[in-house]
């Protein structure tokens, strides 16, 4: 285990693409162009928003490696990626997304703290590895269990890296043992990304990735999972990553008063045009764009808007991995496998610049995105998930008529 | 079975509390006054609100009731009232709740179809019976299957009444089998509700209860359970009880466009003061209410506003079954039993009248409600879960002085 070690310094970070968007060098945390996001329902890996907390720890002898399986399992257990690559393989198709996405635009009604992230803090991938469910019940904790027989209810998913925030602590995130054990909820123990090898910024060797949920539990370099009688009392989990009322501020913050976040709000954004693009009148845009809601809420709808909300059109769904037969949902339980993943949605029309284009989802819940950021402001900037609005300029006429 | 039949006339409907607020009375839809849901954390059988869709069924003969399980279970059960008792008992706190809640200001916005609903169309029962999973394990089918081995996907529920939507037929709806076996998503066959044999009205001898989903498909008066391929294709899956968006109306309506409602969107209501009531400026006034999510979602926060929207106050939360610690939440999984329950807040002040009392809620997985009707509007009057508000008057000079 020790020869998955977290570096303290940024030596030895790997290559990225040039087209990402740094938001913070060191740690890394970068983002891609919104059309990038677009441009395919899987997102190529090095365009992968990256989000760290410390520089990216490396793996010195894969051969060495091994996951420790500890705490409250009644079977104690030391994993080899030989072991565990031995293990019944279990691909899920997932949209990771940072709980500060958008935070920006959070940040411009009222100063938040943490990464300034734009609209392209999330990415769908295709994850492969193990269900965490079969790694539990080798470890003695059946399928579906709420509360282990000698007190296990949580599962704390425990790292490697040295993050500031921790005091040169490891990154740690638990998730309740029920969700851990549950099949369904596809907690997954992965070690591939878009069928290839996790690389180095996305976990490599072995990462956690929790479906459904804000990115922050998906715990990457994996050291060891601790079942736990409560719930993980790290920095990440007790200290960050909740959602404060508005009026909350760094002076009255009582942060044990809310629950750490665990699924995330429908949420939906305009990748294209980009905000403060030109547009000549007359000519037909394609408006596209991503939508999705957490905890396997699928999305129902997305709505475009051009005349400052007062009409909508509904934007059409793009074909994904499942197929969706036009004027009919999807009522096939087999069909409804990619629930964990985003929608990519477009709509073409003309249009009079300069103008606002404004979109917003409906998750199968019914539950909708807030019109202000106002309303749900919190201070560590996390959920914003409010309609969200692109302003679009009417191109010069110079450049219109060289054209 | 014949011996729980449907009339087609309602000379034998049952005696109901004369305090209820009569929105239909052939079938029988009523609520009671929204004071008295705040009055009890329990709602007390009476003042549960009645949505019928033709007259209550009758039981001539207990002892020859039989509920058939039918369809693709590998074992077809014919069980008797005293058998289903004899199995083991399961208890569920759950707040039902019609989809029309809160139709009647939507149709203020705009004209829409169905029982004018004030906000009291919702209850929060104790229901005492069998888990559905338990006796479909005893018809050969395990918990957590998705799909049986015979390829049933759906658990359809059918009822003994006649309704008039379905041309005379009983009143049926269905739920995926996976949720219909999971005994974490406690689906009950009820035969009890606070701790009394189910009332005619609330579908004696036995009802469905789906903890988190629409009212709509806790079946009652329950004659059959069906395991199908599909899910149910009568009326009131897929002809009713349906969110279509606001540009979609009785001429271009596609019905096998969207999917049935299943679990619904945060929601809360103020219950006192009452709309329109008398407030006397600078006495203590009370706001209180109830707040829900479906899904199993718990209620994070209810905010409240006195001056439109400007500014907004955290309500208090009432305690419970649950007892939840002031300035903490529950971490322990242990204590999160109530999930599929409301949660009633309250809030005092003193305030100015004239004025508007304002009231919306967050749910666990960060979902708020829509500040605007108009943005949720659709021709049924479905899951009316815009902010509420609440618009108190001065009371008059001479009113104040005679007392």
């Known amino acids: 285990m020790a020869l998955l070690i977290g570096p303290k310094d940024y030596e030895n970070e ?7 968007r ?19 329902y899987i997102t190529p890996i090095d365009m992968f928003y990256k989000r760290n907390h410390g520089p990216i720890p490396i793996l010195k002898d894969p051969s ?11 079977k104690k257990l030391s994993l080899s990626l030989e072991a565990i690559r031995s293990l019944k393989k279990h691909t899920v198709v ?6 500060g996405n958008r935070r920006t635009a959070m940040s411009d009604t009222r100063k938040v ?7 392209s803090a999330l990415g769908n991938g295709i994850w492969g590895g193990v269900l965490l469910s079969d790694v539990l019940e080798l470890a003695g904790i059946p399928c579906y269990t709420r509360r282990s027989a000698n007190g296990g209810k949580h599962v704390e998913f425990i790292s490697v890296d040295q993050c500031k925030e921790e005091k ?21 123990l992965a070690y591939e990304m878009n069928g290839e090898e996790l690389t180095r910024d996305h976990g490599y060797p072995l990462r956690i990735v929790v479906p459904g949920v804000i990115g922050a539990r998906s715990v990457k370099w994996l050291a060891s999972i601790d079942i736990c009688p409560i719930e993980c009392q790290g920095f990440f989990q007790q200290q960050d990553y909740k959602m404060f009322p508005p009026w909350v501020d760094w002076n009255n913050i009582v942060w044990p008063s809310r629950r750490p976040l665990m699924d995330f709000p429908v949420q939906c954004a305009i990748c294209t045009p980009s905000d403060g693009s030109f547009i000549k009148t007359g000519t037909t845009v394609k408006i596209s764009g991503y939508a999705l809601s957490g905890g396997g809420r699928g999305i129902e709808r997305v709505e475009v808007s051009l005349d400052g909300g ?31 993943a985003w929608v990519l949605w477009e709509y073409s029309t003309t249009m009079t610049p300069p103008t606002t284009i404004i979109a917003k989802a409906v998750d199968s819940s019914a539950n909708v995105q807030p019109q202000k950021v106002e309303d749900i402001w919190n201070l560590r900037g996390v959920l914003n998930n409010s309609w969200h609005e692109v302003h679009v300029k009417a191109e010069p006429q110079s450049i219109q008529s060289s054209l």
């Open 14 to 20: 790997p290559p990225r693409h040039p087209a990402l």
């Open 22 to 40: 740094i938001n913070a060098k060191e740690p890394f945390n970068a983002e891609p162009p919104p059309s990038a996001l677009v441009a395919s």
């Open 64 to 74: 060495s490696y091994r996951l420790e399986i500890t705490g409250l399992a009644p």
């Open 94 to 99: 997932a949209t990771l997304q940072c709980a």
């Open 113 to 119: 703290k943490g990464v300034g992230w734009g609209i």
């Open 168 to 188: 040169g602590g490891p990154y740690r995130a638990s998730v309740p043992l029920l969700q851990a054990t549950d099949p369904e909820a596809e907690v997954l």
């Open 310 to 340: 007062r009409t909508w059109i509904e934007a059409t769904r793009l074909q994904s991995g499942r197929s969706a037969p036009s004027n009919s949902y999807i009522s096939d339980v087999d069909e409804q496998r990619e629930k964990w």
